[in-house]
């Protein structure tokens, strides 16, 4: 593990790498993070471990719990529902902004997005296509303009990201034509249609994460 080119500290390529193993699924919902073991595995010493852990712990992807340690997250169906719904009411509301405000530029930009997502998903990079989804949602709030939207959104697609990332695979390129009509509304500018948009966008992930964990035999929460 390396740095890299972008003069991040250890702790924060330590994090990266561990984002990245949670998203590939290396790290599984409810697994403990043993320190020592992880940072044999990724060549450095305990401390930017642990620096690492905390910094995923404010993203909601890790939790620490008092003399237990530190857990990769687990969601039951009743968070994502309650997670999902809210980011609905939120990115529906940056989405309806954009439809007011989006320039040309912009509109280009949401649409490389997708292009390169629909590349990502089809040749089976999983964690390219989880940045571009990412990616996507986070060029709308920028669209819209407001502040303090990001505040708000990134707690919240930090703890639903392992429900994307889960889902990569089943949805495949009908997710992305999900995510052309969340932008096409957004060319029309048409603020109802952009909201609706999302929401059903959001709706469809709810759906498909309830029928993933009824194949599991998960509880329905």
């Known amino acids: 593990m390396t740095v890299g080119a972008e003069h991040r500290t250890l702790r924060q390529a330590v994090a990266a790498e561990l984002h990245g193993m949670i998203m590939r699924g290396e790290l599984q919902p409810g697994e403990r993070l043993v320190e020592d073991r992880l940072a044999e595995q990724l060549g450095v010493s305990r401390n930017p471990v642990r620096e690492a852990i905390r910094l995923l712990e404010s993203t909601g992807l890790v939790e620490v719990v008092p003399r ?12 994502v ?37 629909i590349a990502a998903t089809e040749s089976g990079d999983k ?20 502040r303090y939207l990001d505040e708000v959104v990134r707690p919240l697609r930090n703890r639903t990201e392992m ?4 889902l990569l695979e089943q949805r495949g390129t009908y997710s992305w034509n999900e995510h052309q009509r969340i932008r096409d509304a957004i060319a029309a500018r048409d603020p109802e249609a952009a909201r609706r948009a999302v929401r059903e966008h959001l709706d469809r992930v709810l ?15």
């Not at 609905?88 to 997005?113: H, N, P, Q, S």
């Not at 996507?136 to 669209?143: P, S």
């Not at 429900?163 to 889960?166: E, Q, R």
């Not at 498909?208 to 929460?221: F, S, Y």
């Open 68 to 79: 237990r340690g530190a857990y990769v997250t687990r969601l039951d169906l009743q968070d």
């Open 81 to 117: 529902r309650e997670l999902l719904d809210l980011r609905g009411v939120v990115e529906g509301y940056a989405a309806a902004l954009a439809a007011d405000r989006a320039t040309e530029a912009d509109l280009e930009a949401v649409g490389r997005w997708i292009t390169e997502g």
């Open 207 to 221: 759906e498909q994460i309830e029928q993933h964990a009824a194949r599991r035999g998960d509880a329905p929460g």
């Open 127 to 146: 964690v390219r296509a989880a940045e571009c989804h990412r990616g996507f949602h986070i060029e709308i709030e920028r669209i819209a303009g407001n």
């Open 163 to 166: 429900v994307f990332s889960l």
